[in-house]
Each structure stands twice: as structure tokens, then as C-alpha cells.
């Protein structure tokens, strides 16, 4: 069964502090692994990994996937309160199927 | 586009009854996806389909069926409504290796 493990579940940091938020995985026959917001709606798309090594960025938020090590990490640099979300990271497999990890409540405090 | 579409927004039921989640999407995506979100547990997907006719279970499967006749509609039954049902739903599509797009979700209450 695809596996999708998020640390920390919960972080809380001041607003200027960067953060690091790591997804692991083990999946039969990976296809991409992919990055979401979640605000108090629907989660919104961040980012989608195929490759090792080549880091993806939007302004202050970027990731980077390691397929060796099987995990990916996502930066966020200068935290606003506007971050503060749940960071969900998935991952597809066989048969395009698309697991979701349990997600990283970050909380940034002015 | 309407993108995702999901109805109805809010729902209660009483345990037993029987209902159906609608989602809908008009971008001609391949893949659709049933989840459930409880909290502090991410998303944990109930039933997905690759394609109009095909179907499959995720991890949660059980208490709900699924059926994909067009490419557009992938409703979810819930057969016999439990408590343990109470959550929210969220549908999703995309194409096959692209990235999600999600429905705004459906806050089922189970009495």
C-alpha cells in the first residue's frame, strides 16, 4: 500500500523565521509527487515533482525531490502570516492513484 | 470552465439513510478522486476512476460506491449512512499526470 509520511505535523514559528517542511514516501511505480495549500477551503496546487535534483519555486515557497532517498522537502523562506495553512504533500503511483500525506499545520505569528 | 463542481455544500443525515455526493467537471479530465478529511488526518481516498467505465477502491473504501458513466460526473453513494461517515468530501480531477484541481468540498453531518 502507498505510503505518504509528513513531518512535523505541526509547526509554529514569528513571522521572518524560514521553515522546513519534509515528506517522505514509498510507492510502487512513482510518477510525481506533488505539493498543496490548504487554507479553511479546498487544497490549492503549490508544486508537482517529477525529477531528482531540480528544485521548483514560486517566490518564497520552494521544493526539491530526492527519488533516491525517496522523500522531498518544501521551503518556505520569510513566513508571513498569510503561510499560516495545513501543508499537504501526495503522491501518485500506479494507476495515476494519488495518495495524501496527513498534512503539516504550520502556524506564523506576528 | 466551471472547474469542479460538487453539490450539495452541506448535508445532515440521520444514520441509515442513504445519499449522493455530486462532482462534476467540465475540463475533460481523465482522472477523478473521492477523499475524506478528517482532523489531522490529510485527505484518505475513498474510490478513484482512470477513465469513463473504470473504477477502483482506495483506502476507505467501505459504505461507499462510485460509478463513472461520462468523463464528466463521478458521484459517491453513500449506502447506509453512519456516523463515523460524518466528515468533509472533497472530489478532485485532473489529467492523468497532471496536477489536482479540487471541488470546494461537502460538510456531511451523520446523526
Known amino acids: 500500500e502507498d505510503k505518504v509520511v509528513q513531518s512535523p505535523l505541526s509547526l509554529v514559528v514569528h513571522e521572518g523565521d524560514t521553515v522546513t517542511l519534509n515528506c517522505s514516501y514509498e510507492?510502487?511505480?512513482?510518477?510525481?509527487l506533488l505539493w498543496y495549500k490548504q487554507e479553511k477551503k479546498a487544497p490549492t496546487f503549490l508544486f508537482m515533482l517529477t525529477s531528482s535534483g531540480i528544485e521548483k519555486k514560486s517566490g518564497r515557497l520552494s521544493s526539491i525531490l530526492d527519488k533516491k532517498e525517496l522523500f522531498s522537502i518544501l521551503n518556505i523562506t520569510a513566513t508571513q502570516t498569510g503561510d499560516s495553512a495545513i501543508y499537504l504533500c501526495?503522491?501518485?503511483?500506479?494507476?495515476?492513484?494519488?495518495?495524501f500525506g496527513k498534512g503539516t499545520l504550520l502556524t506564523v505569528n506576528p | 470552465n466551471a472547474g469542479v463542481t460538487q453539490t450539495p455544500k452541506f448535508q445532515v443525515l440521520k444514520t441509515g439513510q442513504s445519499m449522493t455526493l455530486q462532482c462534476a467537471q467540465d475540463?475533460?479530465?481523465?482522472?477523478m478522486s473521492w477523499y475524506r478529511q478528517d482532523p489531522g488526518m490529510g485527505l484518505r481516498l475513498i474510490h478513484y476512476?482512470?477513465?469513463?467505465?473504470?473504477?477502483d477502491q482506495g483506502e476507505v473504501p467501505n459504505g461507499y460506491n462510485v460509478s463513472r458513466s461520462t468523463t464528466e460526473d463521478f458521484p459517491l453513494r453513500l449506502l447506509s449512512a453512519a456516523p463515523s461517515q460524518t466528515s468533509v468530501y472533497f472530489c478532485?480531477?485532473?489529467?492523468?499526470?497532471?496536477?489536482?484541481?479540487f471541488g470546494p468540498g461537502t460538510r456531511l453531518t451523520v446523526l
Open positions: 476512476s482512470v477513465g469513463a467505465g473504470i473504477t
Open positions: 510507492v510502487t511505480n512513482f510518477r510525481s
Open positions: 501526495a503522491v501518485r503511483g500506479s494507476n495515476y492513484k494519488v495518495t
Open positions: 478532485a480531477s485532473s489529467y492523468q499526470d497532471g496536477e489536482q484541481f
Open positions: 475540463m475533460n479530465h481523465e482522472y
